[in-house]
């Protein structure tokens, strides 16, 4: 079974400044894909970007980027230029291939303060 | 294209009660799952439905079951409700290609909030 451990319960962080958060991940499977998913206080659980396995490129997607580091199994996310509307829930979720189950971290709350 | 829907929004049942959730995934979609969200457990998979199929299922007992039609639209049911019952579900959809492979992204619905009293 994969498990997914975010480590830090609660992050604050200034508009425009960066934060990181970490996610690592237990598998033995080689193919897989990796998200980051935000839940903001509507509750919606919106996707913030994705990651395959096989691809040894970091995933970027605007202000967010991802350190993908398969063998330390790590799959922290950058946020740059941080907005107050980046204050949310952070689900970090690992799928392997051919899966269609999502198992998800713990979470990280981010509050981006003005 | 419109997104998940889930209906209804909010629920407040008592224990021993039934209830039925619905979830219109994306038009094109064919891959429903299900998952339940509760500040002590944190997100859990239920289970997933593909081709009217349940395809993966989950740790949960078998009061919660579901079914999906043939438009892909999926209902998922709790009986006997217990107190724990209470959660956010959410539902989200994936397109699944032909051999039923999974390399799509999941998208969610705004769920549904179920108080059980």
């Known amino acids: 079974a994969q498990t997914v451990t975010q480590s830090q319960p609660e992050m604050s962080v200034q508009e425009a400044e960066t934060v990181t958060l970490s996610c690592t991940y237990d598998?033995?499977?080689?193919?897989?894909?990796l998200f980051w998913y935000k839940q903001p206080p509507s509750r919606q659980m919106i996707l913030v970007i994705r990651q395959e396995a096989y691809k040894q490129q970091n995933a970027t997607e605007n202000r967010f980027s991802v350190n993908f580091q398969k063998a330390a199994k790590s799959f922290s996310l950058k946020i740059s230029d941080s907005q107050l509307g980046d204050t949310a829930m952070y689900f970090c979720a690992f799928m392997k291939a051919a899966g269609n189950k999502l198992t998800f971290g713990g979470g990280t709350r981010v509050l981006v303060k003005p | 294209k419109a997104g998940v829907t889930q209906t209804p929004r909010y629920l407040i049942k008592t224990r021993g009660q039934q209830v039925t959730l619905s979830c219109s995934p994306i038009?094109?979609?064919?891959?429903v799952s299900w998952y339940q969200q509760t500040p002590g457990q944190g997100l859990q998979f239920l289970f997933e439905y593909f081709s009217e199929t349940q395809r993966n299922k989950g740790n949960f007992p078998g009061r919660f079951s579901g079914r999906q039609f043939s438009n892909s639209r999926s209902e998922m049911n709790v009986s006997t409700l217990e107190l724990g019952d209470s959660a956010l579900y959410l539902c989200a959809s994936s397109f699944r290609g032909l051999a039923g492979v999974s390399t799509d992204t999941q998208y969610f619905g705004p769920g549904t909030r179920l108080t059980v009293l």
């Open positions: 038009s094109g979609h064919r891959s």
């Open positions: 598998t033995s499977e080689n193919n897989y894909y």
